[in-house]
């Protein structure tokens, strides 16, 4: 079943593209996590190429293969297929950097486990173009077909420039991601100082002993509970606590 939506599916391919983008344009200040907003990035991916049954996102860097806001469980089985036997589209789009066109899983041998391996999820065709941000390449994003001969060269145009512009959401995504668990490791560290602080002062006043030599205490504690030093300072707070009820 075709899921384009009617207002994109007459327009010429450059006034497509440009309604789809600018939907894209507003994701990040929409999506609260990185794989929702790739899910929505996956979604508007099926609606831009006709015919599209499925869709999804596969994020490749040298620690692993990852599939990411697939638009169904068929997207995600056939994507974890490819990683499992190390062939398939979308891999080969990713290390390619090339688009990758399948008209027919039943016909097409480049990767025979693979195709073999998917026929039986009701996908019959599928296309991947890679996502590549300057000379960096972050994965692909691809869409299924349940009928063969679903996809042509306007499916490949517009998958190419739709990709073009989702690698750099991609890139964006992942950036804002990378800064905002920094900016919560950098609070939480934060924390555990001014933590620490207050509880060597909580030593210092109670065993009438310098800062060096209460610091010492949290270390000692540390190793006789096997705990961190934020940790036995929160137990030395609570301790003050409980003495002040």
């Not at 450059?14 to 790739?38: I, K, N, Y």
């Not at 066109?101 to 890679?130: E, F, H, I, Q, T």
């Not at 490791?185 to 109670?206: H, I, Q, W, Y």
Request: one cysteine or more; hydrophobic letters at 45%; glycine letters at 6%.
């Amino acid at each position: 079943m075709t899921r384009t939506s009617p207002a994109t599916a007459t327009l010429p391919l450059t006034d497509e593209l440009a309604a789809v983008f600018a939907r894209m344009s507003g994701l990040l200040l929409s999506a609260e996590t990185v794989d929702t907003a790739l899910g929505l990035l996956s979604a508007l991916a099926q609606e831009t190429v006709p015919g599209s049954t499925g869709a999804g996102v596969s994020i490749v860097d040298e620690e692993r293969r990852r599939s990411s806001g697939s638009t169904d469980d068929r997207v995600e089985e056939a994507d974890a297929l490819q990683y499992d036997l190390d062939e398939g589209p979308c891999l080969t789009a990713a290390s390619t950097r090339e688009l990758v066109r399948v008209d027919d899983l039943a016909v097409d041998r480049r990767w025979p486990r693979w195709a073999d391996a998917a026929l039986p999820l009701g996908l019959r065709a599928a296309m991947s173009a890679p996502l590549v941000v300057a000379d960096r390449a972050l994965g692909a994003i691809k869409v299924y077909a349940e009928q063969p001969g679903t996809f042509d060269r306007h499916s490949e145009r517009l998958l190419t420039l739709f990709s073009a512009q989702a690698a750099i959401l991609v890139a964006n995504i992942q950036s804002h991601d990378r800064a905002t668990r920094l900016s919560a490791g950098m609070r939480e560290a934060f924390r555990d100082r001014d933590v620490v602080s207050t509880a060597k002062g909580v030593l210092m006043g109670r065993n009438a002993v310098d800062e060096s030599t209460a610091f010492g205490m949290l270390l000692a504690r540390c190793q006789e509970e096997g705990v961190t030093v934020a940790q036995a300072a929160r137990a030395v707070l609570d301790s003050a606590a409980r003495r002040r009820r």
